[in-house]
């Protein structure tokens, strides 16, 4: 069987939809599905001198040829200049990811997204924070979990796109026993970790020290961890709350599996020092398969040829091994 990949290239100023159609240059067996702007991949494409060919999607999952996509056709309504996102082409990208997600849905398929500039969509009025958040509540409401991971590394986080000054009051015992959860249940079923080790980092400097630097350790943490361990007995391992600041040495990354961050710059930094332009954004918790890219929509490059696609690439490979086999080889 073919494994349907639905892909939303993001941001049409950015690196996205140039990132697509280099992948596209490399055949698959997946059928690539790219959910956008037709006249926008093949302007770029003849932009950058590459070449494209579009066909239209039918509903039937066959394999990709070179420099080919399977198309399902959407319209943006204002033309881009590279490296100028407009606003007015905002309710364009929602559309885009609500249709790959749908279909993602009805065809037991996996959306791969590209990046989106979320100012841009808030520009034009639409409250946006994230794919994450977005693709979660279109999908029934559920709280998602991000994870973003390289080779063995992962780190999921508590806590999504919110400012610094909110994050110490989301993190409640609700809140942190349903992230766990999740955590623990996908890093078995998708990841093919068999009793998985997670390590928890604290959320204030050295993991409060002993309440004298904030007391959400042992207020919250420390109790969610209690109950977790209660809850998984022998199938899991939960270590914690560990001072965040020495959670990623190479030692204690050698005794787990993942680490759960309380926050997306308290984890993510680390994974993007390891794991820049090689790793993959997936979302825990969905009723879909979600992956993506580890970088932004870089408008600094857009247009200029020179994006690289690698974490495109490991993204896509990985919405196609959890989409034919249900889950990803330990390791
Ligand atoms: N998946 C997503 O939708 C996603 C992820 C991260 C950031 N963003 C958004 O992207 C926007 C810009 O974010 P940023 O500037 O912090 O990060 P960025 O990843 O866009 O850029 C950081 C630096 O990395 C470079 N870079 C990024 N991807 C590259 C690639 N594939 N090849 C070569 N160089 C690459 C850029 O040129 C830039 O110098 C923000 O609006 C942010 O919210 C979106
Ligand atoms: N937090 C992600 C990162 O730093 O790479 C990024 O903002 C994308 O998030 P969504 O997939 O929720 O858009």
Known sequence: MNPLILHTPGEPAG???ELLIKLAAQPSAACRVAVADGALLERTAKHLGLSLTLRRFDGVAQATPANTLWHLP???????????P???NAAYLLA????AADQARVSQAAMVTGPLNKAVINQAGIAFTGHTEFIAAHCGGMTPVMMLTAGTLRVALATTHMPLRAVADAITPESLAHVMQVLEHELRERFGIHKPRI???GLNPHAGEGGHLGDEEQRVIEPALTQ??????????WLGPVPADTAFTRERLAQCDAVLAMYHDQGLPTLKHAGFGQAVNVT?????IRTSVDHGTALDIAGKGTADVGSLRAAENMAITLATQGKLTHG
């Open 15 to 17: 690196i996205g939809p």
């Open 228 to 237: 977790q361990r209660a809850r998984s007995g022998e199938a899991a391992q």
């Open 199 to 201: 390590q928890v980092c």
């Open 284 to 288: 825990l918790g969905l009723p879909i």
């Open 74 to 84: 959407q319209t943006m309504p204002q033309p881009v200049t590279f490296g100028l």
């Open 96 to 99: 885009c990811l609500r249709c």
């Open 86 to 88: 407009s606003p007015d």
